[in-house]
Structure formats: structure tokens, C-alpha cells
């Protein structure tokens, strides 16, 4: 990064420091305004920053309004921050004497080694390590907003205080920032629970939080999404399996799972023996190639599965289809011989290319490293992760190290994909394993006609299919491409007299394989019209007299663009085009 750009938002670190400094800001103004107020923790997060409190009453937004007019008045007054410290007693004293209880606790908590650090700007000190501004004036006051308050526990426990938690943002331009809220309302209005809702695809239901509905429309985009993964798999040579919901015990222990993934398994008891519904696809995976010998000479072997997963979230954690208990996870496993794994990297990258660029995703690559709870020697994990960076690098693509954020049994690529909007999804990886084929003894026969142990790379492209639904629909904000949308025509008749030839022409387009509606209503012509669009079916086909006598279609587009008359012949070439090239429009 040039020398110039070290103090601006460009800096990630220059960033993180301002909206920390913001958090004080705000911790600040609240005592400032009610000193009965309670301080307990108030980090930068990765789009502004939050504080937990726990006051004497609920905050509403006209106590955020309260709380912003008073931190601009503390950004004028340009307070000067200065950091120092105090031994481990003397800091306890310190947070008893200023009645702050959580922080005292998170003090008892530090190391005894920890160095203890407060920062004062003005008449308010906080426990912080830092680093922070200079100064309270570096913030702009005009480019700052509270955006919200949520109940939260006091660190994470369900069993402790309910303390309540005050987001916020801000920039150094307010331009930046209204660019930022209106950004934050477009999303508001693609968010998917609220779409998903609006064009029937699937709903939530208090009797299975966590477990989604889909209805009719979501389930022909499930499908369609489906059949698409297949067609690119069967190009790449992956054949398909189906392996069972639930196994015992003995295998999650074999695989490890039981061990490092326990807490997040559902789990039974059959004949008097625990068995476990799966959290992934990959035990029985490895089970299937198990059983039967193989030969160097059928790998690398692709093997892909659409598994039906279940993991067990928090309640608070559930989130429409992005955070749900049980999902179809698009696992796939490929076996091959150490020589061959830089090329199956690679080539499993240009089908995440392939895929991706079919619904105008860009990504980003995050190479996850050796998690403290993790499988195998620290040599095995360096080379793998040495593996995974020089296939990367090779292919010209750059990376950033996540450490220690891997799989417990291998390294991994995380792909991290961008929306229209430019927020981020993770939602591919890759994962290189030596031990689940060591823990379950897999072979084959190499060509010097000895036993020899494979490779294996487990890999999702679209991940959970649940929550890549829902980033695809805030993506397109519900306006799928036409090969994808659940409905991809609805014909309209003017009037009764066009009903039977808006029949035939529905047919037609049926027997062509299209998906295709009539809006049979009586109902004005441009009441239709609004509805299919706001249903967002991409194209309307308006029959009238007309059309009837010259045996054509009136073809208008959801964007609002008039294509005018033209033959059913016409039209359906131009459908067909779009569908079978996957055009975004």
C-alpha cells in the first residue's frame, strides 16, 4: 500500500482503528447522557463497530439520535487520546471506583502476565489495548450513524446478563456515508426471508426453526439449480452417489467427527446404539470408495453427492436460509495420487470460474491454515497448505492467509463471492486431506502393482444450496436470470376473446420446455402487466385481437422494454437463446 494511503479507509487497519475509536466515542456520549449506564465491551466489526451496555431502561431511536448529536459534540471538541496503564490491582480499584462491573471482570480475566492498558479522551477512560486516533476531532461528526440496537448476552453466555448492544458506522466523507444507508436500504428490500415470502419460494415456520419450506416456485429453482450442477459435473467426469442420513457412532468417531464436531450433531439411539444424523457428506464418502479396490489408473476419481445435511445452530444464529439446521450441501470428493494433486486444485478452480461466472459472481481466495484443534503432523499441514498456494499462484489468482481457521483434518481455500450490492459470501472451498484416507485405510494399486494411500480433496462450489438461494436472490434481488426463474413466461389476454389462443400459445411454449403461466383474471390488461412484473417473470406475452388475427405475441420484458409483436416462432428462439446460454438480463 502506498505511503499515502496509510491513513485512509484503503488501510484495513486505518479502518478498524477509526471505527474503534468511534465506539469510545460513542461509550463516551452515552455516560455522558446517562451515567448510570453500565460499560461492558466495544469492538470495530467488520462495517463500523458495537458496544454492549446494560442500562436501566430499553433504548429507542430517539435515544440514538440523543447519543449522536453528543459524540458530534465530542468529535468538535477534538479531545486528545492518551493511553496508559496500570498494574493488575490498581486497574481493579481503578473500574470498581468508576462502578463499571464488567469491565473489572474482564480484568480478573486477563492473563497475569497481560499488560493492562486505558485510554482517556476528556473525562472518560476505558479498559482498551488499542490502538485508537489521536484525536476525536480526526472523526467527522456529519459522517456518523447509529443504525441499531439489539439484545445481547454478556459474552455470548445465554446464562448471563441481557445487555444491549448499539451498533454503528462511519466514514470520513459523508458522501461515503450515504452512500453506505442507501446502500443498506437497497439491501432491506432484496433481503430474501422478505422476497423468498413475495415470490412464493419458501417460508419458515415456528413448528421447524431452522428446518425451511420450500413451495412449488422455490422448489423448480432448487431443481433448476440442481440440474445445472449436474450438467457441469458430468463435463468435469464427476459421477454421482447418495450416501445415508444417519450412521452410528463408530464411524463419527473413526472420521474424527465425534471428537471435533460433536456439539454440533444430532444424535439417536437405534437398537442401543448411538448413531448420529450427518453434519457432512464426507464419512460415507469415504465408505463408498472403500468398497471395492482401485486402481492408479481410475484417478484422480471424482465423486459428487447433493447430501442432506442437518448441524445444529443456536436459535439466535438462525437467519433465513443463510444460517438453517439443515440444508443440501453440494459435497463432492475427489481421490487421487500425490502427483496429481496440484492439477485436480487447479482444475477444480476453472469449474468454480465456470460456475460462478454464470451468475455474475466475482470472488476473492482465502487460504484457511492449521486450526489449533486439528489432525496429523505440522509437516503433513505445511505441505498441504504449500500445495494449495503454489496451485493458486500458478493459475496468476491472489490469495490471503486466514490462520488458523482450517478444517481439523486439512488446509483449505475459501471462496468468498460478490454480489451486485459488493457485500461478501463465503461459499466454495476447497480442502486438501491426508487423514480421513489414512483414519479409514483407503488404497489403490499403483502401477508398480503395490498398495499405495490416496489423496483427497473434499470440495463445494455453490455449498449449502439453501443459502446460496438466498444469495443469489438478494444478488438478482429476486429478478432471476430467465434460464433460473421458477416462471419464465406469463401470457396475459385483453380480453375473453383472446382466452383460447393465450391457451394454445401457453401450450406451445410448454411442449418447448419452457416454463410458462396464463393470467386467466378478470382483470385489466395493465393490472396484469404490474403483477407479472412485480412476480418478476421476465417475460409477458399480451395477446389481443390482434394478435389473435396476425398469430402473434405482444413480448414485453420486466424491465418495462417493449419488443413489440412478433411470432411465437420468433419468440421462442429468443427465449431459447437466453435460456440455453445462461444470459443475465
Given at each position: 500500500?502506498?505511503?499515502?494511503n496509510?491513513?485512509?479507509f484503503?488501510?484495513?487497519?486505518?479502518r478498524q482503528?477509526?471505527?474503534h475509536?468511534?465506539?469510545?466515542?460513542?461509550?463516551q456520549a452515552?455516560k455522558?447522557?446517562?451515567p448510570?449506564?453500565?460499560?461492558?465491551?466495544g469492538?470495530?466489526?467488520?462495517?463500523?463497530w458495537?458496544?454492549?451496555?446494560?442500562a436501566?431502561?430499553a433504548?429507542?431511536p430517539?435515544?440514538?439520535?440523543?447519543i449522536e448529536?453528543?459524540m458530534?459534540?465530542?468529535?468538535?471538541e477534538?479531545?486528545?487520546?492518551?493511553r496508559?496503564e496500570l498494574?493488575r490491582?490498581?486497574?481493579i480499584?481503578?473500574m470498581?471506583?468508576k462502578?463499571?462491573?464488567?469491565?473489572?471482570?474482564?480484568?480478573?480475566?486477563l492473563?497475569?502476565d497481560a499488560?493492562?492498558?486505558?485510554y482517556?479522551?476528556g473525562?472518560?477512560?476505558?479498559?482498551?489495548?488499542?490502538?485508537?486516533l489521536d484525536?476525536?476531532?480526526?472523526i467527522?461528526g456529519?459522517?456518523?450513524?447509529?443504525?441499531a440496537?439489539n439484545?445481547?448476552?454478556?459474552?455470548?453466555?445465554?446464562n448471563?446478563e441481557?445487555?444491549q448492544?448499539i451498533?454503528?458506522?462511519a466514514?470520513?466523507?459523508k458522501d461515503?456515508l450515504?452512500e453506505?444507508l442507501?446502500?443498506?436500504?437497497?439491501?432491506?428490500k432484496r433481503?430474501h426471508r422478505?422476497?423468498?415470502?413475495?415470490?412464493?419460494l419458501?417460508m419458515?415456520?415456528?413448528?421447524g426453526?431452522?428446518?425451511?419450506?420450500?413451495?412449488?416456485?422455490g422448489?423448480t429453482l432448487k431443481?433448476?439449480?440442481?440440474?445445472?450442477?449436474?450438467?457441469?459435473?458430468k463435463k468435469?467426469?464427476y459421477v454421482?452417489i447418495s450416501?445415508?442420513?444417519m450412521?452410528?457412532?463408530?464411524?463419527w468417531?473413526?472420521?474424527g467427527h465425534w471428537?471435533?464436531y460433536?456439539?454440533?450433531?444430532y444424535?439417536?439411539?437405534?437398537?442401543?446404539?448411538?448413531f448420529a444424523v450427518k453434519?457432512?457428506?464426507?464419512p460415507?464418502g469415504?465408505?463408498?470408495?472403500?468398497?471395492?479396490?482401485?486402481?492408479?489408473?481410475e484417478l484422480?476419481?471424482?465423486?459428487g453427492?447433493i447430501?442432506?445435511?442437518?448441524?445444529h445452530?443456536?436459535s439466535?444464529?438462525?437467519?433465513g436460509?443463510?444460517r438453517?439446521?439443515c440444508f443440501?450441501?453440494d459435497d463432492?470428493h475427489?481421490f487421487?495420487t500425490?502427483?496429481?494433486m496440484q492439477?485436480?486444485i487447479?482444475?477444480?478452480v476453472r469449474l468454480?470460474?465456470e460456475v460462478?461466472?454464470?451468475?455474475?459472481?466475482?470472488?476473492?481466495i482465502?487460504?484457511s491454515?492449521?486450526?489449533?484443534?486439528?489432525i496429523?503432523t505440522?509437516?503433513?499441514w505445511?505441505?498441504?497448505?504449500e500445495?494449495?498456494?503454489n496451485?493458486i499462484t500458478d493459475?496468476g489468482?491472489d490469495?490471503?492467509?486466514?490462520?488458523?481457521?482450517?478444517?481439523?483434518?486439512g488446509?483449505k481455500?475459501d471462496f468468498h463471492l460478490?454480489?451486485?450490492?459488493g457485500?461478501?459470501?463465503?461459499c466454495?472451498?476447497?480442502q486438501?486431506d491426508s487423514?480421513?484416507p489414512e483414519?479409514f485405510?483407503?488404497?489403490?494399486?499403483g502401477e508398480?502393482g503395490?498398495?499405495?494411500?490416496?489423496?483427497m480433496?473434499h470440495?463445494?462450489?455453490?455449498?449449502?444450496i439453501?443459502r446460496?438461494i438466498?444469495v443469489i436472490?438478494?444478488?438478482?434481488?429476486?429478478?432471476?436470470p430467465a434460464?433460473?426463474n421458477?416462471v419464465?413466461?406469463?401470457?396475459l389476454p385483453?380480453?375473453?376473446?383472446?382466452a383460447?389462443?393465450?391457451?394454445q400459445v401457453c401450450k406451445?411454449?410448454d411442449?418447448a420446455?419452457f416454463r410458462?403461466?396464463v393470467?386467466h383474471?378478470n382483470e385489466?390488461?395493465?393490472?396484469?402487466i404490474r403483477e407479472?412484473?412485480?412476480?418478476k417473470v421476465?417475460?409477458?406475452l399480451?395477446?389481443?385481437?390482434r394478435d389473435?388475427?396476425?398469430n402473434t405475441?405482444?413480448?414485453?420484458?420486466r424491465t418495462g422494454?417493449?419488443l413489440?409483436?412478433?411470432?411465437?416462432t420468433d419468440?421462442s428462439a429468443?427465449?431459447?437463446n437466453?435460456?440455453?446460454?445462461?444470459?443475465?438480463?
Amino acid at each position: 500500500m502506498s505511503e499515502e494511503n496509510i491513513y485512509t479507509f484503503e488501510n484495513p487497519e486505518y479502518r478498524q482503528t477509526y471505527w474503534h475509536t468511534c465506539s469510545h466515542v460513542m461509550a463516551q456520549a452515552v455516560k455522558r447522557l446517562w451515567p448510570e449506564v453500565k460499560l461492558a465491551i466495544g469492538p470495530s466489526i467488520d462495517e463500523g463497530w458495537y458496544y454492549d451496555m446494560d442500562a436501566p431502561f430499553a433504548f429507542t431511536p430517539e435515544h440514538l439520535e440523543q447519543i449522536e448529536a453528543e459524540m458530534r459534540k465530542i468529535c468538535k471538541e477534538k479531545l486528545k487520546l492518551e493511553r496508559f496503564e496500570l498494574p493488575r490491582s490498581e486497574a481493579i480499584q481503578f473500574m470498581e471506583e468508576k462502578g463499571e462491573p464488567y469491565k473489572v471482570e474482564l480484568i480478573h480475566d486477563l492473563p497475569e502476565d497481560a499488560v493492562i492498558s486505558f485510554y482517556k479522551q476528556g473525562e472518560f477512560t476505558d479498559l482498551c489495548a488499542g490502538p485508537h486516533l489521536d484525536s476525536t476531532g480526526r472523526i467527522k461528526g456529519n459522517a456518523l450513524k447509529l443504525t441499531a440496537c439489539n439484545a445481547a448476552y454478556w459474552r455470548g453466555d445465554s446464562n448471563r446478563e441481557t445487555l444491549q448492544r448499539i451498533y454503528g458506522i462511519a466514514f470520513p466523507k459523508k458522501d461515503e456515508l450515504d452512500e453506505y444507508l442507501a446502500r443498506i436500504e437497497e439491501a432491506k428490500k432484496r433481503d430474501h426471508r422478505k422476497l423468498g415470502k413475495e415470490l412464493g419460494l419458501f417460508m419458515l415456520r415456528d413448528e421447524g426453526p431452522g428446518f425451511p419450506f420450500f413451495l412449488p416456485k422455490g422448489m423448480t429453482l432448487k431443481n433448476t439449480l440442481l440440474d445445472y450442477w449436474r450438467q457441469v459435473h458430468k463435463k468435469y467426469g464427476y459421477v454421482e452417489i447418495s450416501t445415508p442420513i444417519m450412521l452410528n457412532r463408530q464411524l463419527w468417531e473413526r472420521s474424527g467427527h465425534w471428537d471435533h464436531y460433536k456439539n454440533n450433531m444430532y444424535t439417536t439411539v437405534i437398537d442401543d446404539v448411538d448413531f448420529a444424523v450427518k453434519p457432512m457428506n464426507c464419512p460415507g464418502g469415504m465408505l463408498v470408495y472403500a468398497s471395492e479396490p482401485h486402481s492408479y489408473r481410475e484417478l484422480p476419481l471424482r465423486v459428487g453427492e447433493i447430501g442432506l445435511v442437518h448441524r445444529h445452530e443456536l436459535s439466535g444464529a438462525l437467519h433465513g436460509l443463510f444460517r438453517v439446521r439443515c440444508f443440501n450441501q453440494d459435497d463432492a470428493h475427489v481421490f487421487m495420487t500425490r502427483d496429481q494433486m496440484q492439477d485436480v486444485i487447479q482444475e477444480t478452480v476453472r469449474l468454480f470460474d465456470e460456475v460462478y461466472s454464470v451468475f455474475g459472481l466475482s470472488y476473492t481466495i482465502e487460504l484457511s491454515t492449521m486450526p489449533e484443534d486439528h489432525i496429523g503432523t505440522v509437516e503433513e499441514w505445511e505441505r498441504n497448505q504449500e500445495i494449495l498456494k503454489n496451485a493458486i499462484t500458478d493459475m496468476g489468482k491472489d490469495f490471503v492467509i486466514n490462520e488458523g481457521d482450517g478444517a481439523f483434518y486439512g488446509p483449505k481455500l475459501d471462496f468468498h463471492l460478490a454480489d451486485s450490492l459488493g457485500r461478501t459470501w463465503q461459499c466454495g472451498t476447497i480442502q486438501l486431506d491426508s487423514q480421513l484416507p489414512e483414519r479409514f485405510e483407503l488404497e489403490y494399486t499403483g502401477e508398480d502393482g503395490q498398495k499405495h494411500r490416496p489423496v483427497m480433496i473434499h470440495r463445494v462450489v455453490l455449498g449449502s444450496i439453501e443459502r446460496f438461494i438466498g444469495v443469489i436472490t438478494e444478488h438478482f434481488a429476486g429478478a432471476f436470470p430467465a434460464w433460473l426463474n421458477p416462471v419464465q413466461v406469463k401470457v396475459l389476454p385483453v380480453t375473453d376473446r383472446a382466452a383460447q389462443y393465450a391457451n394454445q400459445v401457453c401450450k406451445a411454449l410448454d411442449q418447448a420446455g419452457f416454463r410458462v403461466e396464463v393470467d386467466h383474471r378478470n382483470e385489466k390488461i395493465g393490472k396484469k402487466i404490474r403483477e407479472a412484473t412485480m412476480e418478476k417473470v421476465p417475460y409477458m406475452l399480451v395477446v389481443g385481437d390482434r394478435d389473435v388475427e396476425n398469430n402473434t405475441v405482444s413480448v414485453r420484458h420486466r424491465t418495462g422494454e417493449d419488443l413489440g409483436a412478433m411470432s411465437l416462432t420468433d419468440f421462442s428462439a429468443l427465449l431459447a437463446n437466453e435460456v440455453d446460454n445462461k444470459i443475465i438480463k
